[in-house]
């Protein structure tokens, strides 16, 4: 069988890491994949050797802005570690709960656009619709609805008003039951379960391998979630349930996203009602010659940072890894072997950040375009329809 | 765990930093590196993390970051190349993982890494000129139309 090239992106400006994928496919059936990235490299290793430990926070904020937390969380963290200091425990609940309620938009963010792609516009709407609640929510706390610049080395800069907290437990309380009807109404659709129960499976074994990290390895049941085993934040001193799932496919991928976003609403809960009064900040005032590391979970995963000091008050090396850099590669072991209308849904489980597959085109082996990105949206819901008719729904 | 490492390799271990409960620092020999990490990736089920390189006054410095979840450590394996013989091996033979950041480190630090599958630009875009590695300390801007904040 003739063998086309379908090339996906390169980038959007909306997207966190842009990334050019070449699918081969044989008829509908993909067999090859590859991937190109750094159309939007924007040196910021290096940028961060020029910048004093202070500004390199809100330089880091601006890696990503769907987890802008993540990263000056896993900084400071590093930064802790190289001074060995330690944050408050004020501080650290506020980091925790700045944290969780990232997640939540997150990952409600990722829900509506997976259920866009597969045809799903109501899923789409209600889920950014409660994704508005919590950034109001994350307004209330930070002054911010994004990049909420609330971390500092050895603490946080803004602390949470006790008048505050009754309007933050109203909101977060208001979006469950909506959350709970929307949980429901995933898990208990056919339609859903035909276009996502063992579709992109990735494997323990691949998880493993590829080193997978946050809700893609926890699907494939690697049970590792840097909150529970690295102890950081207020995560030791409240319970809380790591969601882990077992199949690996992107039904079990929103699976464990949607569990987790209750776990988080029940970990912002436990953390303004468990407070503890305090300073905010251990007024670090020097780093020390040496190195740190710090890691966190962020959304999509563990957030790596590595930091090498000589004493003066720049970086001599910043290391960043985020978690889409080790998730990225497992598109190798899920997407080959499966059907070109579900490679929109399958490249977008891992939550890479959904922009590329708006720019999707087909194109033949002379390069004459045979579909555009909407086309290919359009074959990804065509598929949902055809079998919404077949289950009679 | 450290007791254990160091009677498993007796040569490969240089020396132990040890920085606390949760973060060690071994410097081992570059030879060592595959056997080392295929035995706490095999063997130990540590996570690979990534690796940063390091560009050293005399000599380039790569770790490799393996995070160990059930017992909350972070282990640094630290190697020393010398800046004439930038040449290690390439650790994609034990996990996949690799692949990326050792195409990384290659693009940005111009280190060889033996028996890789597609040591090609991972970031880098195609116009970058060959042989310009923008994470040295040495580098110069190459390019007179490039306005690009270099911070300091």
């Known amino acids: 069988m003739t063998r086309t ?75 802790e570690d190289l001074a060995s200091v330690e944050a408050p425990p004020r501080a650290r609940f506020i980091r925790t709960i700045i944290a969780e309620g990232e997640r939540i938009h997150s990952h409600l963010l990722w829900l509506g656009l997976a259920g866009h792609f597969l045809g799903y516009n109501t899923v789409f709407m209600w889920s950014w619709k409660l994704r508005e609640e919590i950034l109001d929510v994350m307004e209330i706390l930070s002054g911010n609805r994004n990049n909420y610049a609330m971390f500092k080395v050895g603490g946080v800069r803004r602390d949470i008003q006790s008048e505050d907290i009754p ?56 049970a590792r979630d840097i909150r529970k085993h690295c102890s950081y934040g207020a995560y030791e001193e409240i319970s809380w349930q790591m969601i882990v799932a077992h199949n690996g496919d992107v039904f079990d991928k929103l699976l464990v996203r949607i569990k987790e976003l209750f776990e988080s609403i029940n970990i912002i809960r436990a953390c303004l009602s468990g407070l503890p009064d305090g300073e905010i900040d251990c007024r670090v005032t020097d780093i020390p010659p040496g190195e740190g590391i710090g890691h966190i979970e962020a959304p999509r995963g563990e957030c790596f940072h590595y930091v090498r000091s000589d004493g003066t008050n720049r970086p001599v090396r910043h290391k960043i890894r985020a ?58 819901r065509q598929k949902t329809e055809q079998l919404r008719a077949r289950f009679g729904v | ?67 160990l979840e059930d017992i909350n450590l972070v282990l640094s394996f630290r190697v020393f190349l010398p800046k004439t013989a930038l040449v290690i091996a390439s650790l994609t033979s034990v996990f996949t993982a690799a692949e990326w950041i050792e195409r990384e480190i290659h693009e940005m630090f111009g280190i060889h890494f033996v028996g890789h599958p597609q040591l090609e630009r991972l970031l880098l875009p195609e116009d970058w000129p060959e042989k310009v590695y923008p994470l040295r300390k040495d580098y110069e801007e190459w390019d007179p139309d490039a306005v690009r904040d270099r911070g300091v």
């Open chain 1, 167 to 222: 309007e933050v437990l109203r909101k977060i309380d208001s979006i469950v039951p909506t959350l709970e009807k929307l949980r429901k109404a995933i898990m208990e659709d056919p339609v859903l379960h035909a276009r996502t129960k063992g579709i992109g499976v990735l494997s323990r074994e691949a998880a493993v391998d590829y080193c997978a990290v946050g809700p893609t390895a926890r699907a494939s049941g690697v």
């Open chain 1, 323 to 380: 978690p889409t850099y080790m998730n990225l590669p497992t598109y190798k072991s899920t997407v080959v072997g499966e059907t070109i209308s579900d490679a929109a849904i399958i490249l977008a489980a891992i939550d890479p950040c959904y922009c590329c597959t708006e720019r999707i085109a087909v194109l033949d082996d002379k390069g004459q375009k045979l579909h555009s990105g909407k086309q290919l949206l359009d074959l990804s």
């Open chain 2, 1 to 67: 765990m450290l007791q254990l490492l160091k009677d498993h390799f007796p040569q490969a271990i240089v020396s132990v930093h040890d920085r606390g409960p949760k973060r060690v620092y071994l410097e081992i020999d570059a030879g060592a590196i595959t056997e080392v990490a295929g035995h706490v990736f095999k063997e130990l089920g540590a996570r690979f993390n990534t690796a940063s390189a390091v560009d050293g006054r005399n000599r380039m410095e790569i770790l490799y970051h393996f995070t």
């Open chain 1, 5 to 79: 090239i379908v090339p996906i992106g390169p980038y959007h400006p909306l997207q966190e890491e842009p990334e050019f994928f070449t699918l081969t496919v044989e008829g509908e059936t993909v067999v090859d994949i590859d991937l190109k990235l750094g159309y939007n490299h924007r040196g910021i290793e290096k940028l961060s050797e020029g910048k004093v430990y202070d500004q390199a926070i809100f330089v880091v904020e601006r890696v990503c802005g769907i987890c802008s937390t993540s990263h000056p969380f896993a900084y400071t963290q590093a930064l």
